[in-house]
């Protein structure tokens, strides 16, 4: 019977896996380069997705219903994601200036009984119209480490990324007492709450994989709107879970 090459652990077996897996490193590694702060080394994002890459040869378990490429996508964004985080790229203060913006896009939606429009959300924050636009570009970075690290994996792998994008500089954190299970569940009805325009817009990104560049190409527009309105669904997510979740534990 010919060997399970996911199931031999042997030294000679894991570089045979490393070497056939390198070219799906170097480009989930070219994707998501796309999205990173100019600081950010790029070598060191590579190190990184690397250790995710040796992380899935070695943790894999072929008997589980789940292919080794998907599983090691998984790990090589986590990886790098987790790098990402330790180089704490994201300052405290466009945390901040994310968690200002949905509480104003929240207190708008509720007084306004639907969602703002960009002027209005203008004036909630006593800006200029163009100043608003810059102050949701400074909001940027926070969407490179979204929805990418939502799919396989277990629980505990999961939730550490993805909840501290969510979490409040401010150290009010509603997301923290949910599972993993509970988070995904209410963060897919936000999705599907948004218009058509905006779920098309993260299915070109996530899910086909599209740049914002091809992106823009689709939709006629230019890639610096796609990049905007991308952000802006991030944070309107990222507002619409904040309400759900402490509203039900107000409950």
Request: glycine share 6%.
């Amino acid at each position: 019977m010919k060997a399970n090459p996911y199931a031999d652990k042997s030294q000679q077996s894991r570089e045979q896996l490393v070497l056939k897996y390198a070219p799906l490193l170097k480009r989930i590694v070219s994707r998501m380069a796309s999205r990173f702060p100019p600081e950010v080394d790029p070598e060191e994002v590579y190190q990184a997705g690397m250790i995710g890459l040796l992380d899935a040869v070695d943790k894999f378990d072929p008997s589980r219903d789940i292919q080794f490429q998907t599983y090691a996508e998984y790990r090589i964004k986590g990886s790098i994601l987790d790098e990402l985080r330790a180089l704490d790229w994201v300052p405290r203060g466009v945390r901040a200036a994310a968690t200002e913006w949905e509480r104003a896009w929240n207190e708008q939606c509720s007084t306004l009984g639907r969602e703002p429009s960009d002027s209005e959300m203008a004036t909630k924050l006593e800006m200029p119209l163009n100043e608003y636009h810059e102050f949701v570009a400074h909001a940027s970075p926070l969407s490179l480490v979204t929805l990418d690290h939502l799919g396989g994996g277990g629980e505990d792998e999961e939730g550490q990324s993805l909840l501290d994008i969510l979490r409040d500089p401010d150290g009010s954190d509603p997301f923290s007492e949910l599972s993993m299970h509970q988070l995904k569940s209410r963060l897919q009805e936000a999705i599907e709450e948004l218009p058509e325009r905006e779920q098309t817009i993260l299915s070109l990104y996530y899910i086909e994989e599209l740049n914002m560049k091809e992106v823009a190409a689709v939709l006629g527009v230019g890639e610096a709107r796609v990049s905007q309105l991308h952000t802006k669904i991030i944070l309107k997510l990222r507002a619409k879970l904040r309400r759900v979740l402490e509203v039900e534990k107000a409950a």
